[in-house]
């Protein structure tokens, strides 16, 4: 079965700091999808990114940068130096393989980023 | 401007009440999805519609219904079948393995 983990809940972190959110993931399929998105306190979710499976080059957008390592199942987004902004619960999810007509995401249980003055 | 839609923001009701929630879109996605969203957890598939007139259930579909007679709006109806319907419902619209485009969410708060 699919399967998204995030093992942080909360993260606290001070301005300026960097901050790595994990993400670890099952799946039995060798082409998917990964996401991050991002739920600020007015509750809508924010797409970040989408990584294909077969793409494992890093990303950097800006602070944001992102690290997929098949080999551990893992796909960890990095703020560096965070803002207050920052501040938002963060979701990471697998999509449905494709071939399947269905676009259907499973979300991890997202961590929440608190960036203090 | 283009998005999806959802209405209302704050939606209160009796237990044993049925209640429609609304979701539109304007993007021109085929697949609609309806995710339910409680404290603490990530969010969980209740219903997703691929074209007009066809809809399928997702992990959590018990207590709810939905219809799709037009491409642009997904309704979804909490029904009184619903145990525990209190939470925050997100609406998404999406293309094929598209990233998803959610709305701004309904809090459901059932008394």
């Known amino acids: 079965a699919q399967k998204v983990t995030q093992a942080q809940t909360e993260i606290s972190v001070v301005e300026k700091e960097d901050v790595t959110l994990d993400c670890v993931y099952e799946t039995r399929d060798t082409t998917y999808y990964l996401f991050w998105y991002k739920q600020p306190p007015s509750g809508e979710l924010v797409f970040l990114i989408r990584r294909n499976s077969f793409d494992e080059q890093n990303e950097i957008s800006g602070r944001y940068s992102w690290n997929f390592q098949k080999s551990t199942s893992s796909f960890n987004f990095t703020i560096t130096a965070s803002q207050v902004v920052d501040s938002a619960v963060y979701f990471c999810?697998?999509?449905?393989?494709?071939?399947?007509?269905?676009?259907?995401?499973?979300f991890g249980q997202g961590t929440e980023l608190s960036v203090k003055p | 401007d283009g998005g999806i839609t959802q209405s209302p923001k704050y939606l209160f009701r009796k237990e044993g009440q049925n209640v429609t929630l609304s979701c539109e879109q304007n993007l021109n996605h085929d697949a609609m999805y309806w995710y339910r969203q409680d404290p603490g957890q990530g969010l969980r598939l209740i219903y997703y519609s691929q074209i007009v007139n066809d809809f399928q259930k997702g992990d959590i579909a018990e207590g709810y219904s939905v219809s799709r007679e037009k491409k642009e709006s997904f309704p979804l109806t909490v029904t009184s079948a619903q145990k525990n319907p209190t939470a925050f419902y997100l609406c998404a619209g999406g293309t094929y393995n598209s990233p998803l485009h959610f709305g701004n969410g309904t809090r459901l708060t059932v008394t």
């Open positions: 999810a697998l999509s449905e393989p494709l071939g399947n007509q269905g676009g259907k995401l499973i």
